[in-house]
């Protein structure tokens, strides 16, 4: 059966023009309704000396303050247990979300009913641009819980019509028995955990990965289905089409997603959302343009409950601006890491996920896990960067691999790299987000 290649045709082909005039007309909506409800940002506004109406246009509020994920947690804690920028009465709240929080606590994100239906049409597009239709059916490998990627996942893939098994993590053997009774054909879940998943498949129950009929991978929550390396480790091990989306527990699930061309991100949530790219040093305002690259900043245009303004996601980003051939019209972007994760070797900025890639190479000869190791604090590391390599079953020559391996991260990274490899097995998997630094130090509050 034919379907059409967009969700939402008449709102993701919309031309840069008409999202900028849609996007001033909510934004100054939004401004108000957040100023009238929030003591939050009512108190950042006076601290700016702004006043709502000063906020025009989305290109106004580069002389707004930023928010920080620092502010929301100590709002919470003040004012317990959604915190003083929550905008609708309680009794309007019929969910609540939690992302991991800075200091061990959870985070919560409560939506009202108008938030979860703009949440299921944003993600919607998402997942339809990376190929779910009615005809689909998605097995759920990312947990149902808290988590910001369950529930509203569910809510999506069933507002497109595709059939939704819900397992989640920690199910290994019902997720392979619902590719075999069911005949699903697509997953969702990290890249971490498709790789796990796989590599469980082979030796738990002596199957290829690839025999089970699955046609498309779907991840998200992590840096990884995008990665050349991992796609590409990931694409072989199950036979299937690997994409990528990007979503944040504080802004929107997913709001940007791969097409068929698989050239970044498609921003999707664009009247919903103001997006806009700062450097993360400076703070200064970027061109969203083809080749620009820094972190990524969000205002809500259309939230109800927990609305931010200039929200820092921390998500360090590329930006690619050419036509794309599917015929959405707005940016694409690629994650590549945090911010707060990126390390500085002598100047040179480092990404875990751009380490895990350069490895990713060496396969057959390497699997591919990695671990980075840190013996204080970073994000300033002194050299060499010490990083466990695992070399794969059968490998003989160990010092002619490490040399070729720290050769390799010189000549791409720039950074004086200190591979330690261990044998197959060693490095723990993870069936969430998977975690590339291990520090040696003790953290303290």
Not at 328 to 357: E, Q
Request: proline share 7%; with cysteine; net charge negative.
């Amino acid at each position: 059966m034919s379907y059409p290649n967009c969700f939402n045709e008449k709102m993701e082909k919309l031309t840069k023009e008409e999202i900028t005039e849609l996007q001033n007309a909510k934004l100054k909506k939004q401004i108000a309704y957040v100023y009238a409800n929030s003591p939050f940002y009512q108190a950042k506004f006076k601290e700016a000396g702004l006043k709502p109406e000063q906020i025009k246009t989305v290109d106004d509020l580069v002389n707004f303050p930023f928010t920080t994920k620092y502010e929301l947690r100590d709002a919470q804690i003040n004012y317990p247990p959604y915190g003083n920028h929550v905008c609708a009465p309680e009794e309007k709240i019929i969910r609540v979300h939690a992302s991991s929080g800075t200091t061990g606590a959870p985070s919560y994100v409560p939506i009202t009913a108008h938030d979860r239906d703009v949440w299921t049409e944003v993600v919607s597009r998402c997942y339809y641009a990376e190929g779910v239709r009615p005809n689909s059916k998605v097995v759920m490998g990312f947990g149902i819980g808290f988590f910001v990627g369950g529930l509203p996942l569910h809510d999506a893939i069933e507002n497109i019509g595709a059939t939704f098994i819900p397992i989640g993590t920690g199910n290994s053997d019902r997720i392979v028995s619902s590719f075999v009774n069911l005949k699903a054909d697509m997953l969702t879940c990290t890249p971490s955990y498709a790789i796990y998943l796989a590599d469980w498949i082979r030796n738990k129950l002596s199957i290829d990965p690839r025999e089970l009929g699955v046609k498309r991978i779907l991840c998200g929550a992590e840096p990884g289905g995008g990665v050349p390396g991992v796609r590409k480790k990931i694409e072989e091990d199950w036979g299937a089409i690997v994409s990528e989306s990007l979503g944040n527990a504080d802004i929107l699930p997913v709001y940007c997603a791969e097409c068929e061309e698989r050239i970044g991100n498609h921003f999707l949530g664009h009247d919903m959302l103001y997006l806009e790219i700062i450097d993360p040093e400076t703070g200064e305002r970027l061109k969203m343009e083809d080749g620009a690259s820094g972190e990524l900043v969000a205002t809500h245009l259309d939230r109800d409950c927990v609305p931010l303004i200039r929200f820092r996601t921390r998500d360090r980003i590329e930006v690619y601006d050419d036509p794309c051939a599917c015929g959405r019209k707005t940016f694409r972007v690629r994650c590549v890491g945090r911010t707060d994760d990126m390390l500085i070797v002598l100047g040179v900025n480092v990404f875990p996920s751009a380490i895990k890639d350069v490895v990713s190479e060496f396969r057959p000869k390497a699997t591919g896990e990695i671990q980075i190791l840190l013996e204080k604090p970073g994000p300033k590391v002194d050299p060499p960067l010490k990083i466990q390599v695992e070399y794969a079953t059968g490998v003989q020559d160990l010092a002619t691999l490490k040399k070729q391996i720290e050769g390799e991260l010189r000549s791409k990274l720039i950074f004086q790299p200190q591979v330690e490899l261990v044998p197959e097995g060693t490095l723990p998997r993870f069936e969430m987000k998977a975690q590339l630094i291990k520090k040696l130090y003790e953290e303290t509050a």
